[in-house]
């Protein structure tokens, strides 16, 4: 999770705002319920790109911020790429404000170093459509996976059985046009414990 900062979100345009932060809350609640990991940091975060956004760590306790000095390329500061490398995995998830830079570089750069990158746009914003369309075609270019966050958590839950989707749709049912799925599914579950008598 890349500057996801408060300054930072002025400048987003291709996406609303309250929607963008909702689907960066999904992905940290899922991070947290599903144990994985989660790294954050800010560019000049006391500067005028402001502060990280705390829904992040207050729904992903676990999470680790590492602060850059002034490096905009993410990968470029040490602690951080050391951090995704010590983690072991080899799949990244990366979302972050702006996408066609807080997001591109870092995933070039780890793409570059072996390692599957998924880009989540929707968890992402830029400063207009175009640039989104633009990034997404290089992030392609490059072989890294542009993504949605309803496609991710998809993927991390697997099943609509599995409890994943009970523990997480309060945040899940925030990301635009899915919350019907997850107010069928609680509505389905509710009457499956109480039968209704006609």
Not at 94 to 106: D, K, R
Not at 144 to 161: D, F, G, N, R, Y
Request: proline share 6%.
């Amino acid at each position: 999770m890349i500057d996801h900062q408060s300054g930072l979100f002025q400048t987003v345009k291709d996406i609303d705002v309250t929607a963008l932060r909702n689907n960066v809350a999904a992905l940290a609640k899922v991070a947290a319920i599903e144990n994985i990991p989660v790294f954050t940091t800010a560019s000049e975060p006391k500067g005028p790109n402001g502060p990280l956004m705390p829904e992040i760590h207050e729904l992903a306790p676990h999470a680790v911020y590492i602060p850059r000095n002034s490096k905009i390329n993410a990968w470029d500061t040490p602690a951080f790429a050391g951090a995704v490398r010590k983690s072991g995995k080899k799949k990244l998830i990366i979302a972050g404000v702006l996408t066609s830079v807080c997001v591109v570089f870092p995933s070039i750069s780890a793409k570059s170093e072996g390692f599957d990158v998924f880009a989540v746009i929707d968890a992402s914003g830029d400063m207009s459509p175009m640039s989104t369309q633009i990034t997404t075609a290089r992030l392609a270019l490059a072989d890294v996976v542009p993504i949605s966050t309803a496609a991710v958590l998809s993927e991390i839950q697997k099943t609509w059985c599995s409890s994943i989707v009970l523990r997480t749709s309060e945040r899940l049912g925030q990301i635009r046009n899915y919350s019907r799925i997850y107010e069928i599914i609680h509505r389905n579950r509710w009457y499956s414990r109480h039968p209704v008598l006609i």
